[in-house]
């Protein structure tokens, strides 16, 4: 489902002609060691391929089309090792389709102060060679992003990681396909959007199927499969005594693991990665899929409830984004508030449907089967846990009519102050920053939903890495946010993207 093993970034050097050839000779050595050094030490997501040394704007304009058509290669990282006319990269350039990350370092990490001599600075000019190439890059107006610091610096290893990471996640959007079982719920307008233009913007395609032809393929899942994902459950989580072997709600047990077999099925035989429920559309369905959304959710799938498919996207993008770190990511809505004084807190949760990565790792979740008013179905099988204190971020991204908007919230999420014995859900329970008010605020006039993709495991640096790279209106809210400058942001940002989407 990831692709980060069949992934690779190309790496090219940019140099010409007019040092001869021994230099040249040089910087394909040196450039060499640097590759080998990133693959073997560097602790990246995705594999380095080294491209040979471009020197030539026909040479440039090949590569860049290899880039384009490579199915692996999702991004190029380009060193200018010494002066390289930036005149040359205009054509290749001009067609690349992939992300570039200008990777501005040099050979040698310090200056030899008694031996520097004029062959010295023909290996190590990328001060200069790489303000030329920064030119035709504001001069084209690309989306370009700058690593500056010697190679062998863990901080510049950092950031080409989490480049990388979104390069991926980027990929993966590209071909994602969402499926929404039903349509938005009923006069809700945010999750409402323009999904002719995500497709254009981001590349996923979004498409209806009628209940109806997922409630067939939950039909015919064979209850020899169902028994045995029914000890799967009861090997990984606490199971509450109505839904235990002999318990009066074990049917409804039974009944989820059928329909999370069944939406696995569909997903897989549609090749799709993100879907979306509606409980106002279970035509069929025993119950509202809450276990199934939150297993397929840990396992990587997109989802959000009420027909909201932006949101979905966003989990399955950031899901790929945060492979294999620290931390989980969850589809989450602000469901109430503590407002004591001092201490102000949100209380984040959807009725069934929050992802169990964000729990704390040694933490069992109790599966329970509890009564939904909500759908008007039988009572639904869900999870509930708390998830893990520390810092997260809530995502959400909405459609302005001319543009899509991301808007952004740096959380502290706290352990859980009590229990909540009355509310069979899972939730985690966070402060906001900078605070509640300037928080809550900023969110509202920038008109972001009240559902969100809640992520502990990405930093702001990956929403502003993909914000760039899409083009797309970022709005953070953090320590840093002033209510007043937040304002006229919003009013700035109404010129400086203007232009409509698509
Ligand atoms: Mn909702």
Known sequence: MFIYNEAEIWFVAGSQHLYGHQTLEQIKKNIQLVTDYFNQHANLPVKIVLKPLATKPDDIYTLCQEVNYSPKCVGLITWLHTFSPAKMWIRGLTHLQKPLLQLHTQFNEQVPWDSMDMDFMNLNQTAHGGREFGFIGSRMRL????????????????????????CVAINAEKNMKVVRFGDNMREVAVTEGNKVSAQIKFGYSVNTHAVGDLVSVINAVSDTDV???????EALYQISPVAQINGAKRQNL??????????????????????????????????????????????????????????????????????????????????????????????????????????????????????LEIGNKADPARLIFAAKPGFAINASLIDMGNRFRLVTNALETVKQPQPLPKLPVACAVWKTKP?????????????????????????????????????????????????NHFRNELRWNEIAYCHPYA
């Open 227 to 233: 028994a045995q994902l029914i000890d799967e459950y």
């Open 254 to 371: 039974i009944d989820a693991a059928r329909i999370e077999l069944g939406i696995e099925r569909f997903l897989e035989q549609g090749g799709y990665t993100a879907f979306t429920t509606t409980f106002e559309d279970l035509h069929g369905m025993a119950q509202l899929p809450g276990l199934a959304v939150q297993r397929l959710m840990a396992k990587g799938y997109g989802f959000a409830a009420e027909g909201d498919w932006k949101t979905s996207a966003l989990l399955r993008t950031l899901k790929v984004m945060a492979k294999g770190l620290s931390g989980g990511t969850a589809f989450m809505e602000d469901y109430t508030y503590d407002f004591t004084k001092g201490n102000e807190l949100v209380i984040g949760s959807h009725m069934l449907e929050v992802c169990p990565s964000i729990v704390d790792d040694d933490v069992k979740p109790l599966l329970d089967i509890q009564p």
């Open 143 to 166: 989306i370009h992003s700058i690593v500056t610091g010697y190679w062998k610096d863990k901080t510049v290893h950092e950031k080409i990681a989490q480049w990388m990471r979104v």
């Open 435 to 483: 605070s509640l008010e300037v928080s809550a605020e900023a969110w509202i006039l920038a008109g972001a939903a009240h559902h969100s993709v809640y992520t502990q495991a990405l930093s702001m640096d990956y929403f502003r890495l993909y914000a760039q790279l899409h083009n797309i209106e970022l709005l953070v809210i953090d320590d840093e946010t002033d209510i």
